[in-house]
């Protein structure tokens, strides 16, 4: 009996199918019915999408293995287990999609995880100075180790929220021979951020996931605005001194076996006194785009490249021009699974220009609750 697609309100499968839709993009994965006109396909790439029937123009069987068929189906049995899972939930069977972390909501009402961050950044200058003597040297080294541990929590349906308590140790050296060496560290409380995520409208076949993103930040750094004879001790500041608000949007769209993501903000900040200025800094704009793959149940990679652009600030209601920037950065992520609730995330980003500073290695070590 032939029905026209147009006919079909929804589909529901009992095993994994290929689809092809009209636009050429292919997926594999089960269809479940939700609602009466509802269709949504559950795929270990990129979870739960909802559907459009009318834009699926082919449809064949997924096998796993090309063994004998009573293999087969033991193995059908086994990767229907997969489906359980809705979009980005951590589970032992589905690849972990850090990167996605701050582009879409991952956690469902009631999951939580944590997620303890270490970053490592550096930079140094040297050079000789002969007319002090032969080996004489002259340095400038700054070096931070920041601890971030981190909590998100699936708050309300397509709703999460974290929570960020970062510290940082610095330490400073500066030397102009032998004869005059001055170093100084600190342990200190970072600027706290918290905020939330709310998924406005979830991925289909036509258009990409969109999320509504809110960050706050809380001025517990530490920021000085250092004279000419202290301004060696600048590298010290780990906070920027201000309270802050972030709306932005942010969008996933999947092409199997590629995860296309990105987004753009608009950051605030609150005027305040410090050092005795009454100082605005600049309004700041971010964007970034980025691609990752799912590679199997254990490991996925990411980049990103961001970019954002500061305005001049101000003090004491004169803005001070050239004090505004431009950063460049290109990020590189790999996460893999541990185990079940264990995911560990190296990432090295990389400074495009000279506003963006020296490279940053990191380590994301998470453990999710279910």
Known sequence: MKIPVSDIKSVATDEQYNLTFLNGDKATGQLRTETQDQTTLFSTTFGKVAVNVANISMMSRYFASTEVPSTVLQTE?????????????????????????????LLSPGEYEMDLGFSYKQSRTQYNLPSDGYFQKSSFSARQLKLNPTIRAGLYPSFEGYLSLPVTYSHIQDVSSNEYIR????????????????????????????????DVTAPTGKKRYNDALRSWKDP????????SVSPGLAFVRTTDPAIIFGGINYQY???????????????????????????????????????????????????????DSDPMNVSLNLSYRVSKDWVVSPQVTFGLNDDSGPATLSMNIKRNFN
Do not use: C
């Open 236 to 243: 010290l500041n780990n906070g920027v001194g201000h309270w």
């Open 77 to 105: 049995v086994q990767a229907n287990k997969t489906f359980e899972n809705t979009y980005g939930s951590e589970t032992e069977k589905q690849a972990p999609l850090d990167f996605l972390t701050g582009s879409t909501v």
């Open 183 to 214: 170093s100084t560290e600190s342990w200190h409380m970072a600027d706290i951020a918290f905020g939330g995520q709310y998924q406005l409208t979830n991925e289909t076949a036509e258009a990409p996931a969109i999320s509504l993103t809110f």
């Open 269 to 323: 900040f609150f005027a305040d006194t410090i050092d005795g200025y009454q100082v605005q800094p600049g309004w700041v704009v971010n964007g970034y785009f980025g691609v990752g793959f799912a590679l199997n149940e254990r490991l996925s990679l990411g980049s990103r490249l961001s970019y954002a652009y500061s305005s001049n600030m101000k003090a004491d209601n004169e803005t001070i021009y050239g004090s």
